[in-house]
DNA sequence: CAGTGGTCTAGACCACGCG
DNA sequence: GCGTGGTCTAGACCACTGC
């Protein structure tokens, strides 16, 4: 029973304490944790040489985890965890023509719209060669409730027939803005790759979606094309990791071709 | 152009300055980073007074990032960010009756097979009462290549149908498991609903897939219906979120009834 | 202003992997 | 044994927020 000599350090000891105290909901979602100094003096009655440094790393346990959340200047406070809900492939509705629904939960808020180079990342997952200049259109979306902010997304658009449209100028598109797309371009979204990644925030990631160094982001890159192979658009998406799922609900097919060489569950 | 006064910390611009270096290919993906005291006595060319802290700090960053990754006693080694590919929905080749294609790149590992209680949240995912007991198989994937841990998978499945059949035991079954419940059942998969979500690892995990702390994970949970909405299969599989990336392709409908209220892109 | 979390120093010793 | 990264101390000062 006993784990003789091999005991875990101080901070993962203190963090697994913390932890259980949370679970158990001495703390519960959205309360303030006590202070860094108020938790030093607690935990000196276990461990009297503690530091503060050490008190830190174990706090910070629990920030990496996404249990807790630190602002600077007021606390440290139990996440709330509240993921956003999204479904796989349900972009492309033909009858919702408004802006109804986009508008219902987030806001919008435009960051940038005009002519840029599409960076590597984006260039690769389309087979553009690099620095190939397009549409851009960036902006951020903030849950209506909470005011906080829940997604970046930049869309990259061919330049033959966006440039010079209203898709140039930051302001709230009419519609949906693959409709837009559709009009302007004569053609019709037909076949679709969605890439799905996770990975550490960038540092303006971070700052403009106010996440912790540390936790994730999910990052979709969706390229959308016409029936004739053509690049309508890509866009891409950034959602901090610890507060979206993605379902994806489908049919089995009765009868299928048989897969590819990738990996089974 | 110039930041009068608002410096970043001494930390994160030298983090930028090794990320720099890293992405202009100074060191490549498998290079042992100089040591931390090398870089602790470069680095005090330009901040004197840096510590080793501070240094550490700095690596610190680079490994929340996932762009590099230390090995105690060893070194901190540029990581190689090679991404498995899985594509979404793939699971169901009706003509993938063996295990070629499921051997071929991954070795499996039974961790366990036998009865046990679900926990809370595959209950909550499948509607079930906490608790039940189901039959549960646990494997660990490894790539055949390099040996490294790829995957922890879980398989719950009714007893209804599963308890004393092969499938509580601790061996690797004959074809895909898919179709082995089918066989088993009398019935046919015929919905399912996978959730993605990233978190962190918790420590089994993180031990199991021998990854860092600081690093996430992906979590898919896949709950598979048969026709009359019956469960016949709940798995759950982990990936390290950095070693994984999922790709969709789908075609876009002519015409579609409208979407549900979740956010679009 | 007081109280919070963030950064930093200059040391020390420990744990791991390899030769 | 030696060099690596990991943990830890006992201080110090800074930056942010709210009163």
């Known amino acids: 029973m006993s784990d003789p000599g091999g005991k ?18 001495v703390y519960r979602a959205g309360d303030r944790l006590p202070s860094e100094t108020v938790l030093l003096d607690r935990f ?9 440094q050490t008190m830190r790393n174990a706090i910070g346990v ?25 479904r796989s492939r349900h972009r492309y509705g033909r ?17 940038f719209a005009g002519r840029a180079p599409v960076p590597d990342h984006v260039a690769a997952a389309a ?7 397009m549409v851009v259109r960036r902006r951020l979306l903030f849950d209506r409730e909470t005011g906080s902010p829940q ?10 027939f966006a440039a010079g ?13 693959f409709l837009c797309v559709e009009d302007l371009s004569g053609k019709r979204y037909a076949q679709v790759r969605d890439v799905w990644r996770w990975r550490g925030p960038t540092a303006a990631e971070a700052e403009a979606l106010r996440i912790a160094a540390g936790s994730g982001v999910v990052h979709l890159i969706h390229v959308a094309r016409a029936a004739d192979d053509t690049v ?4 891409e998406s950034i959602w901090p990791a610890d507060r979206i799922e993605i379902i994806d609900d489908y049919d089995v097919p009765e009868e299928s071709e048989d897969a590819d060489g990738l990996s089974d569950i």
């Open 8 to 25: 875990p350090p101080k901070y993962q000891r203190i963090a697994d304490e913390l932890r259980r105290e949370i679970k158990n909901g």
């Open 44 to 52: 000196r009655a276990a461990f009297p040489t503690l530091s503060l």
């Open 62 to 86: 629990l920030r990496a985890e996404g249990l807790v959340e630190a602002r600077h200047g007021i606390g440290t406070f139990v996440a709330a965890n509240r993921r956003l809900q999204r």
């Open 95 to 111: 009858a919702r023509t408004d802006q109804k629904l986009l508008t219902a939960h987030l806001r919008h808020e435009i960051l």
């Open 127 to 133: 087979g553009f060669e690099a620095g190939r200049e």
């Open 151 to 160: 997604e970046l997304g930049t869309s990259y658009l061919p330049v033959s």
């Open 165 to 177: 449209t209203f898709l140039e100028e930051a302001t709230v598109v009419p519609k949906a803005l």
């Open 232 to 235: 309508l658009e890509v866009s």
